[in-house]
């Protein structure tokens, strides 16, 4: 019930496209999905998040679309270029209690100039 | 504005060996985390520390200690260091819920 389900594991996609990184949860209690981006020895960086109560968010180039019944979220990159060549973790928590973030597996994206 | 900050950045142990590693908040954040990454894998929750007590434990076992200090710095401590302990250790601190800033964390080796 604590897991999220990150897909794909990688992705390789050219300079200009959209791509589309998906996440799963169960536990319904969670009420805080951000996403992080992280370069090769950085510590995560946070991009945007998103509550259950809003089924889309944008910020910049970056999109979460948010499914609350099925318990999906994905973030979509728009007109991405190489410098967004990183890995990308989806989280969850409760803004409740202990804070604790569960983190997908991640997605090494590259994009291709 | 200073962002998380870990200390040391890098560092070797030997099997056995104990280790302490170091994190300041963000200046005003009074809630710390800390999270191991092993390559290739997403962070995994190892403590939480809000105004010096412990509000949350993961699934570590007790060779993992940690506190935090009256200016919210915090410090990780592992005892009897595994090669399997080997991974990224993040720091990250919060003012609200939910929205966590990570630090670079700490690379540590155990050989």
């Known amino acids: 019930q604590q897991q999220v389900k990150q897909s794909p594991q990688s992705l390789i996609v050219q300079k200009g496209g959209i791509p589309i990184i998906n996440c799963a949860y169960e536990?319904?209690?969670?009420?805080?999905f951000p996403w992080y981006q992280q370069f090769p020895g950085k510590g995560p960086a946070l991009l945007i998040a998103?509550?259950?109560?809003?089924s889309e968010k944008k910020e910049g180039r970056f999109t979460i679309s948010f499914n609350k019944s099925a318990k999906q979220f994905s973030l979509h990159i728009m007109d991405s270029q190489p410098g967004d060549s990183a890995t990308y973790f989806c989280?969850?928590?409760?803004?409740?209690?202990?804070?604790?973030?569960?983190f997908g597996t991640g997605t090494r994206l590259k994009v291709l100039a | 504005d200073a962002g998380v900050t870990q200390s040391p950045t890098h560092l070797i142990k030997t099997r056995g060996q104990h280790v302490t590693l170091r994190c300041s908040p963000i200046?005003?954040?009074?809630?710390v985390s800390w999270y191991q990454q092993v390559l290739g894998q997403g962070p995994q929750f190892i403590f939480q520390y809000y105004e010096k007590e412990e509000r949350g434990r993961g699934n570590f076992p007790d060779r993992f200690s940690a506190r935090q200090f009256p200016n919210y710095s915090s410090e990780l401590n592992v005892n009897a260091l595994l090669l399997g302990d080997s991974a990224l250790y993040l720091c990250?601190?919060?003012?609200?819920?939910?929205?966590?800033?990570f630090g670079s964390g700490t690379r540590l080796t155990v050989v």
């Open positions: 998103i509550r259950p109560d809003v």
């Open positions: 536990n319904t209690a969670f009420d805080y």
């Open positions: 200046s005003g954040h009074k809630s």
């Open positions: 990250a601190s919060s003012l609200e819920a939910g929205r966590y800033t």
């Open positions: 989280a969850a928590s409760m803004t409740s209690g202990t804070y604790k973030y569960i």
